[in-house]
């Protein structure tokens, strides 16, 4: 399974992105769960959003709710990240990370938890500048 994301970029604070990350190796069909985690320099990798397809849940960390949105394309094999109104501090390295399974009823907590995560991409470059 691989992973490749794409659609970082460096833009002004209030822009908006997306991120797109294709999965190619297994299809999207399967029930997976799968999140978008990102690291600045100096920190610890953080989730920032994931979603379970066994019960159709979204998590958002509080600092990205109401202006991310996770989604996926069974068609296309893809899961996006949509971005709007990005502050300076959204600024880091994005990756998308996938698990396969059946995962029902798993809190926040666990869902953006990176450890639980097999599939990884090779991240893509986020620059918010104020």
């Known amino acids: 399974v691989q992973l490749v994301e794409s659609g970082g970029a460096s833009v002004q604070a209030g822009e908006s992105l997306q991120l797109s990350c294709a999965v190619s190796g297994r299809s999207l069909d399967d029930n997976y769960i799968t999140g978008w985690f990102r690291q600045a320099p100096g920190k610890e990798r953080e989730g920032v959003s994931s979603f379970s397809t066994a019960d159709n849940r979204k998590f958002y960390a509080d600092s990205v709710k109401g202006r991310f949105s996770i989604a996926s394309d069974e068609v296309d094999n893809t899961v996006y990240l949509e971005m709007k109104n990005l502050k300076p501090e959204d600024t880091a390295v994005y990756y998308c990370?996938?698990?396969?399974?059946?995962?029902?009823?798993?809190?926040?907590?666990?869902?953006?938890?990176?450890?639980?995560?097999?599939?990884w991409g090779q991240g893509t470059q986020v620059t918010v500048s104020s």
């Open positions: 990370a996938v698990q396969f399974g059946l995962h029902m009823g798993i809190g926040k907590r666990a869902m953006l938890d990176p450890g639980r995560y097999r599939y």
